[in-house]
């Protein structure tokens, strides 16, 4: 695997009439992420972090200081250094924090000096960790993409789930308003819902918030969409035990199914009615 080389999807992979044949099984990945691990880290990615073994010096230390091992069991509250010994018993669970954990410390390196005893290496000396991160989320994204549902690594080093196919944009979207608290809200709510690990409450939670973006816009709704679609948005919400605690709730439903259904749902809404409103303000005219 080439670090300078961004991997794409290859012929069958593209035409695959079966998407889930060309996905990586758990094994699969985990050896794939080995070898890019592997590549990384034996041109310096992690030296600054972890420090190197030095033919003079051997063991030198790096920011962390000297008991790598112990430092990540600080962070992780789990026994997974170094990588090479314990890999083949991680879980799934296991390797993602180890994914998030090397991003926090991967830095690029720059400059250095050659030892040439003992065919000792490069002992780098500057890093740019910017570099290192982006390089990082690069290589292990296609991986990450091809495995389960599909993940991604963000700029903040979290692994998150990736939007269904034909969604993506969605998610990326700038919603058109300048309203802080509206853009921070839907901001936090894909967040919730697309962490990796995320559980049916803290989805639902992710759908509730967008059900509050929508009442706080429903003033400009009424300027954009009829009565009767005004309402059933929010009868979404309200009978499907989103909003509300009630008796009279629908709560019979498959929420892994439902929940993720409502928040696309929600997100698309707002992100319509914001530039339906945006139109009505330059021009006077809500015609779509």
């Keep these: 695997m080439n670090a300078m080389i961004k991997p794409r999807r290859y012929y069958s992979a593209r035409n695959a ?12 990945f985990l050896s794939l992420f080995q070898s890019a691990y592997q590549q990384l880290s034996g ?10 073994w030095c033919v003079d010096s051997e063991d030198v230390p ?22 090479e010994a314990n890999i083949e018993g991680y879980d799934e669970g296991d390797l993602f924090d180890v994914i998030e954990f090397l991003h926090d410390h991967v830095s690029k390196p720059l400059t250095g000096s050659f030892h040439s005893y003992g065919s000792c290496g490069m002992h780098w000396e500057t890093f740019d ?4 991160k982006s390089e990082y989320r690069d290589m292990l994204n ?3 993409e091809s495995y389960g ?12 789930e990736r939007a269904p196919q034909g969604l993506s944009k969605l998610l990326d979207a700038s ?7 509206v853009r921070q809200r839907m901001a936090a709510a894909i967040d919730r819902f697309q962490r990796y690990g995320s559980s049916i409450d803290e989805r639902r939670h992710a759908v509730r918030d967008l059900a509050d ?17 005004e309402s059933e948005l929010f009868q979404i919400a309200n009978n499907f035990g989103i909003r509300h605690f009630k008796d009279n709730q629908k709560t019979a439903y498959d929420p892994a199914v439902w929940l993720s259904w409502m928040f696309y749902h929600y997100l698309a809404t707002i992100n319509a009615c914001l530039h339906l409103a945006e139109r009505k303000a330059k021009t006077g005219r809500t015609a779509g």
Excluded at 129 to 132: D, T
């Design 213 to 229: 973006v929508l009442e706080k816009l429903r003033p400009q709704l009424k300027d954009v969409l009829s009565s009767k679609d």
């Design 62 to 83: 790096g920011t962390v200081g000297s008991d790598v091992a112990n430092y990540v069991l600080f962070h992780t509250r789990k026994h997974l250094w170094p990588i």
């Design 149 to 160: 549902p599909g993940y991604e690594i963000n700029e903040r080093g979290e692994i998150m």
């Design 43 to 52: 041109k310096g990615y992690w030296h600054e972090a972890f420090g190197f």
């Design 129 to 132: 960790a910017a570099a290192g």
């Design 142 to 144: 296609p991986l990450l």
């Design 175 to 181: 919603p058109p308003t300048k309203d802080t608290s």
């Design 17 to 28: 009439t079966d998407p889930e044949a060309s996905q990586l099984t758990f094994a699969s």
